[in-house]
């Protein structure tokens, strides 16, 4: 019998009892290294070894830092897409590595920013739509990291916009979809219903000003049924992130789906 075709790629390389913590690191592109980095966790080197004895389920590198920095020892996410910060004006996000290439760097996923609402929306949305098939046809997974931004966005992490934006990954073909925290799991599990199949991941944001807090957000992800996190700043900007990502494991992984 012929092999059927997938019309969507697993995710299963990322989750552990279809729960998941992602460990994202492209700040220093999208923020700038003085905004978001200090002497320990400007090194590449150190966040590999946060992700491995962290025991995260992936971890998202640009291309450049996976070349020269990624030792295999955690999947691969690679982010394909990303802008500075410097410019002003509408945000666009264009292409910068192949699919192809992305996998010869050892990626098991492909990662891409899509910014709704932008004027160039349009343009995010057909390069996306390239991207993930070429990842679907190799077997990869893409995740669509789904920001609302420009001027026709008052507040991102309104529950229209943030459902907006889990539906778009879902529409847009979206394996995962990773979204801002709306605040409260009530409003949030309505963005999850929104992502249906597209799995849902609660993106991290600035540190937040205690542990607590950024604990309590993420069980309020996690209590409105998203798969997990995909976290930088409150990790590696913590000073001791080893104790950070082992409190978010009991809470990532406590109940089973
Ligand atoms: P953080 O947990 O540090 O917010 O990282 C998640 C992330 O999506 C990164 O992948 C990306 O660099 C950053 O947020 C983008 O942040 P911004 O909201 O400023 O565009």
């Known amino acids: 019998m012929p092999k059927k075709k997938t019309k969507s790629a ?3 390389t ?4 279809g ?5 994202a690191y492209d700040q220093g592109l999208e923020h700038g290294p003085s905004t978001d980095f200090n002497d320990r966790n400007v090194d590449p080197s150190y966040i590999m070894e946060v992700a491995t004895k962290g025991k995260f389920n992936g971890i998202v590198f640009q291309k450049g830092i996976a070349e020269k920095y990624f030792n295999g020892k955690v999947p691969l996410i690679l982010k394909v897409n990303g802008k500075a910060a410097l410019a002003k004006g509408e945000p666009m996000s264009r292409q910068n590595c192949s699919v192809e290439y992305a996998i010869s760097l050892g990626a098991k996923a492909i990662g891409y920013t899509i910014y709704l609402g932008s004027a160039y929306e349009g343009e995010m949305f057909a390069e996306f739509g390239r991207i993930q098939e070429q990842a679907h046809k190799a077997g990869l997974p893409a995740i669509a990291w789904v920001y ?12 229209e916009i943030v459902s907006y934006a889990a539906r778009t990954g879902l529409e847009l073909g979206a394996d995962a979809v990773k979204i801002k925290y709306t605040g409260d799991p009530q409003s949030f599990s309505w963005a999850v219903k929104s992502a249906g199949k597209s799995l849902v991941f609660m993106s991290g944001g600035p540190k937040a000003p205690t542990d607590e807090a950024f604990l309590a957000q993420v069980q309020g992800a996690i209590d409105a049924g998203a798969t997990g996190l995909a976290v930088g700043r409150n990790v590696w900007q913590n000073e ?5 990502a082992d409190s978010l494991r009991r809470i990532i992984f406590a109940k089973k789906l």
């Open 10 to 12: 697993s995710m299963s």
């Open 14 to 17: 990322f989750l552990t009892n």
């Open 19 to 23: 729960r998941s913590m992602l460990l």
């Open 148 to 159: 609302p931004r420009g001027a026709a966005i008052q507040n991102d992490t309104a529950k």
């Open 240 to 244: 001791d992130p080893f104790k950070i």
